[in-house]
């Protein structure tokens, strides 16, 4: 999609498998393919944007709130008739059960409309006149200019409209290239997109990273970028740019997030949150539980029920009732897990549970790790998969301590029922994460809350509130007393 129109596309492609394996003996499964685009395109879609922003006055940012509400009020219109579509994609192309394709769904067109209504009420209290030392001002907030935006597989539609909603409604522009995994699924709101916003407001171009990408930000022509994903290809990105200076970063990055567990915690209450925390979509979310710290005097009681409970989830296909286990997109996922795996028994740990580790295809069974010390990869690194760690402490300063040495700072959960011990945690806690979640596993939602991190987990902060914020800037209009 550019500068208004759908192209019909001429060149390279490539091509999209399926997560499920069509038969028995694990065949591909094809689900379509996709253009493979580079510097042409790019440069298309640079000045497709740029046009958009820069052409015309009452055109995409200097046109009137209302309008661009209505248009974005058509898109989730269109949006919303295509929901079995796209939630047959995210079951297909990720492996997404289909109560949490539905939800992922439902939730971007809840997140779609709580939007409209908040930027209603940000156009009402920022359209103001004031008064300060002989200096009439009326203040408003508006756009930044062309946003380059980058989603991740887990959340291939809800994360990255959660960048690209708030990005087109303040008025920019955007270029936007859906994830490796979960790109298929944009396919049925192309048309949506096309019909509703003016052309050039919102351009998509498809590809590998290093082709299309890379160029755009080469053309010194992105004022954002919007990405979620890795701190790797985050950076990379940045320096590409030719000024660094003018780029305004929203970045959802790695995350490390703890769980705590108190000796006083309800070990039913905590048992449940952590095998949610750890293992809903495979563990596959930035704000999944990655490491379980459990107090050494009820460690071997939470060992053995906990793993109990991850040996008995149900693993299959994302359409089957009831199943919490379900095929990873990447393909050299396993592996990966394998090695941290690997390197952490031969560093000392052991695999506790008796399933952990079982191979079938694309996937490998959680597999819960203990005791794990500071030598082991999956201590440090972000597994983003199903493998558990646990570590025991006796004092709470030493999770802490750690907290306080990790490279990363999103969320942490704590479980504990006396308010005199928990209470003052609060405190220290709050300063080396962004949220603190009391008895409950870590999650991003309800999306009005704040979503950030500190260190290398976050650039920014999205939620609805927060994003229309992140994705403009105020300007003012000033005379003075004569
Ligand atoms: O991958 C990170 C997502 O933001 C997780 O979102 O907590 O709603 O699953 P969630």
Redo the contacts with the bound molecule.
Sequence with gaps: LVDGQLKKWTGETSEVYSTISSTENYAPTLLGSIPTMGEAAAAEVVESAVAAYNNGQGLWPTMKVIDRIRCMENFVTQMKAARSEVVKYLMWEIGKSLPDSEKEFDRTVEYIYDTIEDYKELDRNNARFTKSQGVNAMVRRGPLGVVLCLG?Y??PLN?TFSLLIPAIIMGNTVIFKPAKHGVLLISPLLEAFKSSFPKGVINIVYGRGREVASPIMKSGKVDILALIGNSKSAIALQDLHPNKNRLRLIL?LEAKNPAIILPDADLDLAIQECIMGTLSFNGQ???ALKILYVHESIAAEFNRRFTDKVDALPFGNPWEKGVSLTPLPEKDKPDYIQELIDDAITKGAKVINAKGGERSDNYIFPAVLFPINKEMRVYHEEQFGPVIPIITFKDIQEPLNDMAESNYGQQVSLFGKDIKTIAPLIDTLVNLVCRVNLNSSC???PDVYPFTGRKDSAVGTLSIHDALRSFSIRTFVASKDN
Excluded: D, K, L
């Design positions: 991740p887990n959340y994360e959802g979310r930035c704000t999650q991003r939602g």
